[in-house]
């Protein structure tokens, strides 16, 4: 990980440092125009989403059955990034809407799901601030079984009728819009990379905190 | 052998309650009171908004199971019973399984009593296809009571308890509530909606497999110090 | 060591990031004079503020991040230098 963290800085630097000049340069969409330039970076991170969202299930339950210390910091720092990312698309897809539909919400199965999500990893996030010893625990529970919640949000939208669009769009984007199909899945690209660098910092943080539990111990013998 | 356990289990607490039937009655009231405060909500000039009545029975249902959860372990933990329960040499996810059934007959009698209630106070048809409203309500409770056993019994040792609850057990039981809300919505229409009711039921389930698997396969590891 | 990298990686999203937004605010269609209202709402709502600051959230966001973490990791190492001080005092302190 610590090898890597340089060049992949590097890369997600020089993906963002492109990313607003392809949106810049990409064509107007036919019936939202301008405002739906939002779209590439609101896909982009639902896509950092649902990989942190995975990371941290997968962490989560290694730390439930296993143990293992590295895995609890892979979890709590993929939690952190999950509700952050979520935040940036729950306010980008409010910011689109508003112009898209004329209001700054609506509570569709998509939107609905999409901020309970949110609320599942800050639960997460509280239970280990508050819940005392073993809170680790806790929330592993918790990120399990928000990660086996995550794939109805995305299956919400095909079955409940709603204003949000549905997921065929990406299906025929390609063929449509080639343009914005290549800008969209750069900017997921760089979403991704960017995820990892910053879940590579914020393990570092955790890795330093329970070094400094270490010495502390070892101080007391 | 895990079926004993667990029907041991239930009968348990079926046996305690049975004596003070405590939680039991001050879900049910709490359920009821519950219901006052949203008329008070969704009743203009004496009539109730239209299509509030599924809304509120699940959210009804869903505070007094909340409530019915801290309770029940609340009594576990006061009597230390939860340790001499884990200390016993049966199977975890069978325990599990015995609270399970326990709160979700609890729940059942709430609703029981719940639903005409409803039906009375905010005039809504809940009763027009009664096999599928029973569906609906059945695999609602379990999926709701599958994670909130879970969580409640996760959290026994939680300085926090009573407040984590909540905060944990809602934004993951959201779909099951969307889908019982729903569900019933498109039951009280006229005429009720069939099609989507049974596509909420088939929705349900998937929750409710999802859901009681996940809570078997950690309740164990949770469970352990 | 983590934390020059995050500073230069936030430096130079942020100035990379700025530049290029100067170049995408060009391509912005021009303001309209005064016409009378028409139609509905939506056609009212003006998207270039939107696009903006949704794209000046994310960046804000992303900085936010950055810094607590900074901020967490720096109280993390003066945690431990305070430690090994402390520790460092008790040994001198003791005979040996």
Redesign the interface.
Known sequence: MRKLFLPLAAVAAAMFAYAPVGIAKVPYESTMLLVQKIFYFHFATWMAVTASVLVCGVASAIYLFKGTAAADHYAVASAELTTVFCTFGLVSGSLWGRKAWGVWWQWDARLTMAFMLEMVFLGYLLVRKYGGPGAEKLAAAMGIFGAATAPFIYKSVDWWRTVHPQTTVMKTLGDKFPAAWNLVWFCSAAFLVLFVVLLAARVQLEQLRAELDRAYLAAEE | MFLKVAILVLKKDLAIEARSREILYTTLFFAISCLLIFSVAFVKEGVPAEDAASGILWIALTFSGTLALGRTFERERYGETLRALLMAPASRPAIYVGKLLGMVLLMLATEAVLLPLVSFLFRAPLFARPLLLAALLVLGTVGFAS?GT??AA??V????RDV?LP??L???T??VI?AGV?GTSALVQAPPDEAVAT?WIG?LTG?DV??VT?ALW?FE??MT? | MVRRIEVTVAAVMTAVFTSAATIAAQAQPAQEGFVPATGPISEQIPAAPLVVAAYAFFLLLMVFYLWTIWRRIGKVEADMRALERRQGASAGGQSR
């Open positions: 994670v879970l969580f996760m959290l040792r939680t300085r926090t984590l905060i944990l809602y934004p993951i959201v779909p969307i729903r596509l929705l929750f999802v859901f996940l950690t590891p949770l110090e």
